[in-house]
């Protein structure tokens, strides 16, 4: 799977891409046949705690599953958007065996 990081006004760490890389390549065990992830992370709103918020796309044949997710750093928000995207991905496995 190709991976596509976008950090919106800063840039993020090596090491930051290096873990979201990680915890996406994991996400073909859940799928196949993912073709290509990205990753938009964003800091909204400063004064809030919750202000990191990241987005994951992630194109499979015929369709393209989205997650958002908030939290207080990117790899919290990380970790629950790819435990969403698990279960996206076995619902969307499960329908695509069904037809």
Known sequence: ????IQSIH??????????IEKKCNKLD??????????ITLKV???MKPNN?????????PGDILVVKEHAKTFEAATDLSTDKL????RRY???AKAH
């Open 52 to 60: 990191k918020f990241v987005e994951i796309k992630l194109n499979v």
């Open 93 to 95: 496995k499960g329908k």
């Open 86 to 89: 698990k279960e996206q991905l």
């Open 44 to 46: 909204q709103n400063e």
């Open 10 to 19: 800063f840039d993020a760490s090596a090491r930051l891409k290096t873990y």
């Open 1 to 4: 799977m190709k991976i596509t």
């Open 29 to 38: 065990q859940f799928y196949d046949r993912i073709t290509e992830g990205t």
